[in-house]
C-alpha cells in the first residue's frame, strides 16, 4: 500500500513538472523565468567564486614574493619553462580527455547559442575550468573573463538540462550565467546583463531582460562575500576639463578601431597558419613561444592586470608602454590563434590601458593634448579596444561607468566607443574576436530574426492538446468513447507502430453515416478521413527545431513527447506548420 502511494505521489510530480516545462515554454512566462534566472546567479557566482580561488591558488603556488601575478621576480629559464611546462598538460588534457572538444570559451557559447540551443557539455565545462586554470597560472597571455562567461553559461545551461526545461529556457539561463560571470569577474552587474544580451544572446527582450538582471545581481552579491566590494582596477579621479579634451578622444578611437582590426587580424592569420598541426601540437607551439616572450618580458604573462592597473596611474614611461602594447597585441594572437584555452577579454583591456596611457604620455608633445589625463585616457582606451575588438560597445560603455562611478565619463566614452566600433567594423571589415574564432574554426553564427522569434518559443506552448491516442482498430463502443472527449485529432497507431494523424470529425462523420445496427470493428486507417504523417519532437523543443524538422523529414505534422524515467514516450500534443507560424506571428 505505501509502494502504491509513493508511486501515486511521484506520478503526481511528475505530471506536475511537465506542466510546468509547458509553461515555462511560453516566450511570457516572466515569474518563473525570474526564479530560475536568480537561481542560476547564485550557481554561477559559486563556479566563478571556485575558478578565480584556484586560479589565485595555483598563481601562489608557481609565483614567488608578493602578488597573484608577479612574473616578474621569476629568473629567465622559469619564465620560459613555465608556459611550456602548461601547455604540455594542456596538450595531455585536451589529448585524453576532450573527444574533439578543442574550441570553448565565449566562441564555443555563441556557437551553442547559435547550433544547439545553448546547450553545454559537463566535459566541457571541466575542460573550460581546468584548462584556463593552468593557461593563465602558466604565464600564457590570456584572462579569465572569457573562460568565466563560458563557465556561468555552462552552469545554467546544465541546471536547465538537468531538470529537462525547455530548449528556449535552455538559452535564457545559458545567457543569465553569462551575464551572472562578468558581472561576478568585474563586480560591475549592469555591464554583465548588456553584454549577455548584446553578445552572447543578441536580443533585447523583457522576457530575457528581467532574469539576466537577477542572475547578475545574485552573482555579485555571492562574490562580493567572498572577496568583498571592491573594483578590479584602482582607479584614480578622472574627469573632462573642456570640450578642447574630446579632440583627443577622437584621436584615440580612431587609433583604438585601428589597433583592433590589427589584432583581430594577427588573431586571424595565427589560426590560419596554426590549422596545419594538430591541436595538441599547436598547444605546445603556444608555450614554447609565450616562454621565448616571456624571457624578454614579463609584464605580457597572464592577465597583467597588475600592469594595467601601473598604466591608470602613470606607472610606465613611453617606451615600455610602447613595448607592452605590441607585444601583448603578439603574445595575445599566439595564445588565442593557436587554441590555448583562456579568454581575450582581459588582454583587450590591458591592450586598451597601454594605449590609453600611451596617449596621454604624449601631451608633453601634441598642443591639443591634455596635461595628467592618464587615468582618464587609459580607461577610455580600455573601452575603446573593447569596442572594437568585442564589437560590443553598450557594455564598453556601461563597464566604464561603473567602473569609475563618475557619470562625467559617458559623453567621451560614448564617442570613443563608437567610433572606435566603426573604424574597426567599418573601415576595416572586421567583425568580433568571438565571431572571428568561429570562423577560424569553420562555423559561422545566424542572426536571423526569424530564427530568433522561434528560438524565444518553445513547442510546448504553441501545440494543441486536444489529442487522443487510440488503435488503429477500435469497436463501435470504443470509437463513441473516444469522440465523447470532444478531442480536435486522433493519434491512431497501427500493429508495426508506425503512427498517423486525422481529424476526430471525420471519425464522427464516418459513425454519422453508418448504419447504425452494423457493429463492426472500425479499422482507423481503411475510413475515408484525411490522415498525415507524423514525426515526434521533444517537449523541450523550440518553435526553429520544430520548423526545421517539418521541412527535413517532409511531414504534415509533429507529435510533442517526452520520455519517462520508465522509458515510455508520454504525448502532450500535436503541432502543425499553421500553428508554428502563428505561434511567432502572434
Given at each position: 500500500m505505501r509502494s502504491s502511494k509513493l508511486d501515486s505521489l511521484g506520478a503526481w510530480g511528475a505530471n506536475h513538472l511537465d506542466e510546468v516545462r509547458i509553461r515555462l515554454a511560453r516566450p511570457n512566462a516572466l515569474m518563473?523565468?525570474?526564479?530560475?534566472?536568480?537561481?542560476?546567479?547564485?550557481l554561477a557566482g559559486g563556479v566563478i567564486v571556485l575558478f578565480r580561488l584556484a586560479i589565485e591558488g595555483a598563481q601562489e603556488?608557481?609565483?614567488?614574493?608578493?602578488?597573484?601575478?608577479?612574473?616578474?621576480?621569476?629568473?629567465?629559464k622559469?619564465?620560459?619553462?613555465?608556459?611550456?611546462?602548461?601547455?604540455?598538460?594542456?596538450?595531455?588534457?585536451?589529448?585524453?580527455?576532450?573527444?574533439g572538444i578543442h574550441v570553448v570559451g565565449v566562441a564555443h557559447v555563441l556557437e551553442r547559442m547559435d547550433r544547439y540551443q545553448g546547450r553545454i557539455s559537463s566535459r566541457a565545462f571541466i575542460l573550460q575550468f581546468c584548462g584556463a586554470v593552468l593557461a593563465i597560472a602558466g604565464g600564457h597571455s590570456v584572462g579569465r573573463e572569457g573562460p568565466s562567461v563560458f563557465l556561468?553559461?555552462?552552469?545554467?545551461?546544465?541546471?536547465?538540462?538537468?531538470?529537462?526545461?525547455?530548449?528556449?529556457?535552455?538559452?535564457?539561463?545559458?545567457?543569465?550565467?553569462?551575464?551572472?560571470?562578468?558581472?561576478?569577474?568585474?563586480?560591475?552587474?549592469?555591464?554583465?546583463?548588456?553584454?549577455?544580451?548584446e553578445v552572447v544572446m543578441m536580443e533585447y527582450t523583457v522576457s530575457s531582460f528581467i532574469p539576466v538582471i537577477l542572475s547578475a545581481v545574485s552573482a555579485t552579491a555571492v562574490c562580493n562575500v567572498v572577496f568583498g566590494d571592491h573594483p578590479v582596477f584602482t582607479l584614480p579621479s578622472v574627469h573632462i576639463g573642456s570640450l578642447w579634451d574630446l579632440v583627443p578622444v577622437v584621436l584615440l578611437g580612431i587609433a583604438a578601431g585601428v589597433l583592433s582590426a590589427t589584432f583581430i587580424q594577427s588573431v586571424q592569420t595565427v589560426a590560419a597558419r596554426g590549422a596545419r598541426f594538430p591541436f595538441e601540437v599547436r598547444l605546445v607551439i603556444a608555450g614554447v613561444m609565450m616562454g621565448g616572450m616571456g624571457v624578454f618580458?614579463?609584464?605580457?604573462?597572464?592577465?597583467?592586470?597588475?600592469?594595467?592597473?601601473?598604466?591608470?596611474?602613470?606607472?610606465?614611461?613611453?617606451?615600455?608602454?610602447?613595448?607592452?602594447?605590441?607585444?601583448?597585441?603578439?603574445?595575445?594572437?599566439?595564445?588565442?590563434?593557436?587554441?590555448?584555452?583562456?579568454?581575450?577579454?582581459?588582454?583587450?583591456?590591458?591592450?586598451?590601458?597601454?594605449?590609453?596611457?600611451?596617449?596621454?604620455?604624449?601631451?608633453?608633445?601634441?598642443?591639443?593634448?591634455?596635461?595628467n589625463k592618464v587615468g582618464l585616457f587609459a580607461l577610455l582606451g580600455m573601452g575603446a579596444m573593447m569596442s572594437g575588438s568585442l564589437q560590443a560597445p553598450l557594455a564598453a560603455l556601461v563597464a566604464m561607468l561603473e567602473l569609475t562611478d563618475?557619470?562625467?565619463?559617458?559623453?567621451?566614452?560614448?564617442?570613443?566607443?563608437?567610433?572606435?566600433?566603426?573604424?574597426?567594423?567599418?573601415?576595416?571589415?572586421?567583425?568580433?574576436?568571438?565571431?572571428?574564432?568561429?570562423?577560424?574554426?569553420?562555423?559561422?553564427?545566424?542572426?536571423?530574426?526569424?530564427?530568433?522569434?522561434?528560438?524565444?518559443?518553445?513547442?510546448?506552448?504553441?501545440?494543441?492538446?486536444?489529442?487522443?491516442?487510440?488503435?488503429?482498430?477500435?469497436?463501435?463502443?470504443?470509437?463513441?468513447?473516444?469522440?465523447?472527449?470532444?478531442?480536435?485529432?486522433?493519434?491512431?497507431?497501427?500493429?508495426?507502430?508506425?503512427?498517423?494523424?486525422?481529424?476526430?470529425?471525420?471519425?464522427?462523420?464516418?459513425?454519422a453515416a453508418r448504419d447504425t445496427g452494423d457493429r463492426e470493428n472500425i479499422d482507423l486507417l481503411g475510413i475515408p478521413a484525411k490522415r498525415w504523417q507524423v514525426e515526434a519532437i521533444s517537449l523541450q523543443a523550440n518553435l526553429q527545431e520544430a520548423a526545421d524538422l517539418l521541412e527535413q523529414a517532409a511531414v504534415e505534422a509533429l507529435v510533442v513527447q517526452r520520455r519517462t524515467a520508465a522509458g515510455s514516450d508520454r504525448v502532450f500534443g500535436v503541432l502543425t506548420p499553421e500553428m508554428v507560424e502563428s505561434a511567432y506571428r502572434d
Open positions: 518563473s523565468l525570474s526564479l530560475l534566472g536568480l537561481l542560476t546567479g547564485v603556488l608557481v609565483l614567488p614574493g608578493q602578488g597573484m601575478e608577479n612574473f616578474e621576480a621569476l629568473g629567465r622559469a619564465r620560459f619553462l613555465l608556459p611550456v611546462l602548461a601547455a604540455l598538460l594542456l596538450a595531455a588534457m585536451f589529448r585524453w580527455f576532450s573527444r556561468g553559461a555552462a552552469s545554467g545551461s546544465l541546471l536547465a538540462k538537468r531538470l529537462a526545461l525547455p530548449h528556449n529556457v535552455i538559452r535564457t539561463l545559458a545567457g543569465c550565467g553569462a551575464a551572472a560571470a562578468i558581472a561576478a569577474s568585474f563586480n560591475t552587474p549592469l555591464a554583465g546583463v548588456v553584454f549577455a544580451l618580458l614579463p609584464q605580457v604573462m597572464g592577465m597583467g592586470y597588475d600592469s594595467v592597473d601601473a598604466a591608470l596611474h602613470g606607472g610606465f614611461t613611453l617606451s615600455i608602454l610602447f613595448l607592452l602594447l605590441f607585444g601583448k597585441v603578439l603574445a595575445t594572437s599566439l595564445c588565442i590563434g593557436l587554441g590555448v584555452p583562456g579568454g581575450s577579454i582581459g588582454p583587450v583591456l590591458f591592450i586598451g590601458a597601454m594605449l590609453g596611457a600611451l596617449f596621454a604620455g604624449l601631451s608633453d608633445y601634441l598642443p591639443l593634448m591634455p596635461v563618475n557619470p562625467q565619463i559617458i559623453l567621451p566614452g560614448m564617442l570613443v566607443v563608437v567610433i572606435s566600433g566603426l573604424t574597426a567594423s567599418e573601415v576595416f571589415g572586421k567583425e568580433s574576436m568571438f565571431v572571428t574564432m568561429l570562423r577560424a574554426g569553420g562555423f559561422r553564427v545566424d542572426n536571423d530574426p526569424l530564427a530568433q522569434a522561434q528560438r524565444r518559443i518553445g513547442v510546448a506552448s504553441a501545440m494543441d492538446r486536444s489529442l487522443v491516442q487510440v488503435e488503429s482498430g477500435v469497436s463501435h463502443q470504443q470509437a463513441g468513447q473516444v469522440l465523447e472527449t470532444a478531442p480536435r485529432y486522433l493519434l491512431v497507431g497501427s500493429e508495426d507502430g508506425a503512427r498517423v494523424l486525422m481529424p476526430a470529425s471525420h471519425l464522427a462523420s464516418f459513425l
